[in-house]
């Protein structure tokens, strides 16, 4: 989840509205991470949200697959 209250702090690098979620490019101490929220939530670049992370929710794939 991505609010503004609680968990750890991240940025927004970027947001796409998707039509039914945004997903959000968050820079997380460093780490890049991918988020996607429901509706268009209008989160501004550069703006710190926090995220809060669900395991069943994850989806992690290798580094190399993402250069592809």
Not at 17 to 33: C, E, Q
Not at 56 to 61: S, V
């Amino acid at each position: 989840a991505v609010s503004t209250a609680g968990g750890w702090p991240a940025r927004v690098q970027s947001g796409v509205f998707l039509g039914r979620a945004t997903r959000l490019h968050l820079d997380l101490g460093g780490v890049t991470i991918t988020a996607e929220v429901p509706g268009d939530r209008g989160y501004l670049e550069g703006e710190t949200v926090s995220v809060q992370v669900d395991p069943a929710d994850m989806r992690l794939f290798p580094a190399e697959q993402l250069n592809d």
